[in-house]
């Protein structure tokens, strides 16, 4: 696949305290650093890490959300960094966001059908009879009954607002959706519908992923590859079953243990789940940001942070001492 959407060395800083009742600055927060990855079309790319990790901000940093410190966002040779509002606009239709939890981003008092038109209304895309029919196709397209655009979103169970969430953001007939924890917070069979149909609607629209979810089942049935994050950097990125296989990076086998019952073919790298709570953004620690936590540390962990990697499989990782290098040399 060729990369379609290139992320350089993004990294997003902010004063924390900034705007409080004192103004009082307390520090800088390095919510993401040097973060580079490419997607190609049709592509799914899984985020996943622990809260704080820099997953969400990361979204939106791509999404234009966010304003970068630093690095470039290119979709289809264009830099989307160096874009004002003005020229931004059209890119914008062709990238959209899903939330965690539809509730939070649906006006109460707007139907549904207004709900899911927004984006082209405020857009100025067709006239208002055009973007009625467009709603009511892609609420038929989620499986739910198009008489319903009348109906308000407090009248639908959890499972049908994230499907109407789904319906907005593909009402502008983006090429890139950023989904932000999407199943959180569903029963079990919802979460599959869900994702079955954000594989169908892939299939058939062609559409890339940017896939944030702390649940690994479902990052490992809809990614192609998998970005392990820890405190706003990429740790670990490679095909989704190679990494669920043979993690490299302490950190992801880690967070691989809480997956007993997905089949995988490496034991020998299970770790413990991560011990204690990750470090503040603020003050990270030298060298490997992980090594406070890490069951194999080493001195030089200490004292250099280890580059990002690749081998010849597009495995890359980010550790002076990876497990496979361990397994080989054993
Ligand atoms: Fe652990 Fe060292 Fe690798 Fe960091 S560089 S993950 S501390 S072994």
Known sequence: MSAWLEVRDLSVRFNA?????????????????????????????????????????????????????????HLEGTDLTALNDREMRPFRRRMQMVFQDPFDSMNPRMTVGEIIAEPLRLQHIGSADERRTRSAELLERMGLDPAGMQRYPGQYSGGQRQRIAIARALATNPD?????????????????????????????LGLSYLFISHDLGAVAYLAQR??????????????????????????????????????????EAHLPPPQGEPPSPINPPSGCAFHPRCPKAQAACRERRPELAADAEAHAVACHFPLGAAANAA
């Open 17 to 73: 305290g900034e705007g409080g009742l004192l103004r009082k600055t307390q520090g800088v927060v390095h919510a993401l650093s040097d973060v580079d990855f490419t997607l190609a079309k049709g592509e799914t790319l899984g985020l996943i890490g622990e809260s704080g990790s820099g997953k969400s901000t990361l979204g939106r940093a791509v999404l234009h959300l966010v304003r970068p410190s630093d690095g470039n966002v």
């Open 176 to 204: 890139l959706l950023v989904l932000d924890e999407p199943t959180s917070g569903l029963d079990v069979s919802m979460q599959a519908r869900i994702l079955n149909l954000l594989r169908d609607l892939q299939g058939e």
């Open 226 to 267: 998998i970005a392990v994050l820890y405190l706003g950097r990429i740790v670990e990125i490679a095909p989704t079953r190679k990494l669920i296989d043979r993690p490299e990076h302490p950190y992801t086998a880690s967070l691989l243990d809480a997956l007993p019952a997905l089949a995988r073919n490496g034991a």
